[in-house]
């Protein structure tokens, strides 16, 4: 810039020190803030694979909770209640997410559509404790006692109004050229929208899915009286079911330090699972395979 | 795509096509049912509580399930310290994390780096207090509460014993789960800033640094507060890493050093356990604040990123 400026015969630009100095020292600072915030991410990380991974054995994968006192024992059950309660969280907020995004996206241009739009950003926003208290009066007191069923409700809520923000994005990103091409040839609406938008969007409305289960895969708040935990095994929806996080907490809480040893190990599997989510969906998205018609 | 068969089969494809309005419709308004339920629930289930104490609920320090008496204020304090805490800590480092990512970095850094905070936003509270109580609180005891307590004790913000366990550590967990957030946000909003306006500053002779002043904070400023305030919503409904780190005592003390206790803290440890119903009132009664305080906080956090955002198509944070 200073060369175009002495070429045309003005004078080069004096930046006084000054100037100069706090241009520099405001750069370190932020590079500075970049380094503290990667510290943690990196203390946690480092931990997590350092306490972690000499604890993950067979018995651990296999095994159930030992009694306080005994060594050994593992958390199969809490891997498997996880994966209970996550498929029926699932199953209920998947369909329900996509069903209102596509309300929103085809139909939603309008008042309903609005407020439909700004309830599920108000819904995001809800402390996931809260939505526990929720699951609780409605399915763990109909019930009469704590069970998978009313932990997969609570997270379905908290995934709904993710998937359902996703999927109209998604929806929106299709080019109305592609529907009316499917109009043109006498396809009905229904039809066109399951089979055209949608499925050109696919890859992204899965992203949004992926996005709404990880994020609610560690979280433990809304099962401490929802799932509740288990020593032991189960498979029943109506039953208290042990769930990874829920374990994680309860161990890391406790005094003894072979619970510990297990809460780090336990912590470890749920961010590989939940990282290995994210990063999938991450390069999905980098490869361009979710962009769309667009 | 299949031809010949013809496609326009008038009547029925017209009752199809009002079913799946109908369903797509009615799973819309599940969404709208959803919230209204959670307001249905908080309110008749906190009923009793609110018929027995009043608005004097959140103003008394006095929490004892034997004698059924219940006020809310040591957990309203203890929300608001621990959220303060951690903005005034989180902020300035979010800020400074978008700026160096938006204006600074060079071009090949901007996406891992991006990427790599916002990985921070996808380890769940669980794993940040399991990190807290056996990384950071062990820390703080041996370290940096009684340098803090030596040099700063005299403001009576860090006096007392350091147990490593207390509000300190539950502002400092909550900041690390409040930076992601805030500095996604103000990213956003960053990029809205349009880049003539960079371009015109500079052609007057600013440095890198006046122009990210002048000419795209100061046009940023709502949506950063919007972001600010989107990371106050977080941190208030924030409850795992916060309980396994706070202490959970209820008593409310200058110190920052001391233990606290926080409305989603108290939830979580009371509520399964509670006997009575004016106990179990009480806790829902707590909850029922709070999410009429997030829901606030989220709006108007949502209008301000808005005013600056608007008429940007929506865009991810790559």
């Known amino acids: 810039m200073s060369s175009t400026a002495a070429t045309m015969g003005l004078a080069p630009p004096r930046v006084s020190l000054r100037r100069r100095l706090t241009n520099f020292g405001v750069t370190c600072i932020a590079a500075g803030c970049v380094v503290l915030v990667l510290a943690p991410l990196c203390a946690i990380f480092g931990y997590l694979v350092y306490k972690g991974i000499g604890s993950i054995d067979w018995a651990f994968l296999t095994q159930t909770p030992k009694p306080v006192g005994e060594a050994g024992g593992g958390m199969a059950n809490a891997i498997a209640g996880s994966a209970l309660i996550l498929l029926v969280a699932s199953t209920v907020g998947v369909p329900v997410g996509i069903g209102a995004g596509i309300y929103l996206a085809e139909y939603g241009q309008n008042r309903i559509g609005n407020l439909i739009r700004f309830t599920s950003d108000v819904l995001n926003g809800v402390p996931s404790i809260i ?15 704590f069970s998978a069923l009313a932990g997969g409700v609570a997270l379905a809520i908290m995934m709904i109004p993710t998937i359902t923000r996703a999927t109209e994005e998604m929806l929106l990103l299709v080019p109305t050229s ?33 996005l709404a289960f990880a994020r609610v895969a560690g979280e433990t708040a809304p ?28 161990y890391a809480i406790s005094p003894f330090d072979e619970w510990h040893r297990q809460a780090w190990a336990g912590a470890l599997i749920l961010i590989v699972l939940i990282v290995v989510a994210v990063s999938a969906v991450r390069i999905a998205a980098g490869r361009g395979m979710l962009k769309g018609g667009n | 795509m299949a031809q010949a068969e013809p496609l326009i089969k008038a009547g029925s494809s017209l009752v199809a096509d009002r079913i799946f309005f109908l369903a797509m419709l009615g799973c819309g308004l599940c969404v709208l049912a959803l919230v209204g339920l959670i307001v249905y629930e908080l309110v008749t289930k906190s009923n009793l509580s609110w018929h027995a104490f009043g608005w004097q609920f959140f103003f008394r320090s006095d929490w004892d399930p034997v004698s059924d008496q219940f006020g809310a204020w040591p957990f309203v304090y203890g929300t608001i310290v621990s959220s303060v805490l951690a903005l005034v800590l989180a ?49 703080l005891r041996k370290y940096l509460e009684p340098f803090l ?27 690390i789960m409040v930076v992601p957030i805030v500095s996604a946000i103000t990213r956003e909003v960053m990029t809205a800033v349009p880049q003539a306006q960079r371009e015109a500053v500079l052609a007057l002779g600013a440095t890198r640094w006046e122009m990210i002043r002048t000419g795209v904070l100061r046009n940023a400023r709502a949506g950063i507060l919007g972001g600010v305030i989107l990371g106050l919503g977080r941190a208030l409904g924030e409850t795992m890493a916060v309980t396994m780190v706070i202490g959970n005592r209820v008593e409310i003390a200058r110190s920052l050093f001391a233990p606290g206790y926080t409305m989603a803290s108290v939830i979580a440890n009371e509520f399964s356990e509670a006997t009575g119903d004016v106990y179990l009132s009480a806790l829902v009664e707590v909850g029922l604040a709070l999410f009429i305080v997030t829901i606030i906080v989220n709006i108007l956090a949502q209008f301000l990123v808005w005013t600056v955002t608007r008429g940007m198509p929506a865009r991810s944070h790559v």
């Open chain 2, 149 to 175: 307590g030596k040099y700063f004790g005299w403001t009576g913000l860090f006096e007392g014993t350091p147990y490593g366990v207390g509000m300190l550590a539950a502002g400092i967990i909550l900041a």
């Open chain 1, 131 to 145: 939505i526990g208290i929720v699951a609780y009066g409605l399915v763990v007191i109909a019930q009469k006692h």
């Open chain 1, 178 to 210: 592609v529907r009316e091409a499917s109009y043109g040839l006498g396809v009905s609406r229904w039809r066109t929208t399951l089979s055209i938008t949608l499925r050109t969007a696919t890859s992204g409305v899965i992203t949004g899915v992926m």
């Open chain 2, 91 to 139: 902020v300035p480092l979010a800020v400074g994390v978008a700026v160096f990512i938006t204006e600074m970095s060079p071009r090949w850094l901007r996406g891992p780096l991006a990427f790599t905070t916002e990985l921070l936003a996808a380890i769940p509270s669980v794993i940040y207090g399991l990190w807290a109580i056996f990384v950071l609180v062990p820390l």
């Open chain 1, 223 to 250: 099962l401490l009286f929802t799932a509740f935990g288990n020593q032991f095994w189960n498979w029943k929806l109506n039953q208290p079911t042990a769930a990874l996080p829920l374990q994680i907490f309860v």
